[in-house]
């Protein structure tokens, strides 16, 4: 996309966002991310009573699935993907994650980090990785050639009785943008911030897909809008459903 997608849904039943990154270098990588989103969707979308429980299971499910994918193909062989998303009901946002996509909530013109990356390298506080920084993600889902179990990260929070920012993203955003910089992209205009954060993505090297979604939840209106932008080949998604 050379722009991003603007657009407004009604929360009035649960709602699905979710990101998705394909491995880098891996066979099939968009494939495997495209199939996450859609399986997710399937399992998750529409549910308005959830447990964490069931949200596990759906992404071992889904993870199950890849793999099995992975062995039946010669050329899916070792696809795999991360996720990260939100399920938004009336009362609760359900968080859940596996991989290093993340999930920030902004409180005032500060970013939280909601979500822990399953690779080893970890940065500090306003830092991004610089040049040549390797990563080995500890889990995803699919990726492997015989099933073994992940263990998904999930939480059930209350929904704000106030507007909420969230801001969910690929490793090619903050790998190459500090929290810094996203903090001030996200102070920008609203019709500015999804190009800011990918300018300053391209600024930094550009060396990896990016996927960035802004959610915007108003519960005065009981609606959100909701900016997505997917610039690179075919790894990168956005599901807002």
Do not use: W
């Not at 495209?34 to 299971?57: F, H, K, M, S």
């Not at 039946?72 to 990260?84: E, I, S």
């Not at 013109?109 to 390298?121: G, K, N, S």
């Amino acid at each position: 996309m050379e722009e991003p997608i603007d657009f407004e849904l009604s929360l009035s039943s649960s709602t699905l966002v979710a990101v998705a990154d394909g491995l880098g270098g891996h066979a099939a990588g968009e494939i495997a991310s495209e199939y996450a989103l859609a399986r997710i969707e399937t399992l998750l979308g529409g549910r308005n009573e959830i447990d964490e429980q069931a949200v596990r299971q759906s992404l071992t499910q889904v993870h199950r699935e890849l793999v099995d994918l992975s062995k039946a193909a010669p050329a899916y062989h070792g696809m795999g993907t991360t996720v990260a998303g939100l399920l938004l009901n009336r009362d609760t946002v359900t968080i859940f994650h596996v991989g290093d996509s993340r999930i920030y909530r902004r409180e005032e013109r500060f970013l939280q980090l909601l979500t822990e990356d399953d690779r080893t390298t970890e940065r500090g506080y306003g830092e991004s990785a610089g040049q040549g920084t390797g990563n080995t993600l500890l889990q995803c889902l699919g990726a492997q050639t015989e099933f073994s179990n992940i263990l998904p990260h999930v939480q059930i929070m209350p929904r704000c009785t106030k507007p909420e920012t969230y801001l969910l993203c690929t490793d090619g955003l903050f790998d190459l943008v500090s929290l810094d910089e996203m903090e001030a992209s996200m102070s920008d205009q609203y019709d500015i911030r999804v190009k800011s954060l990918f300018d300053k993505a391209c600024a930094g090297g550009g060396r990896d897909n990016v996927t960035i979604v802004i959610l915007e939840i108003a519960p005065q209106t009981n609606s959100y809008a909701d900016e997505s932008v997917a610039i690179g080949s075919g790894n990168e998604q956005s599901d807002p459903n």
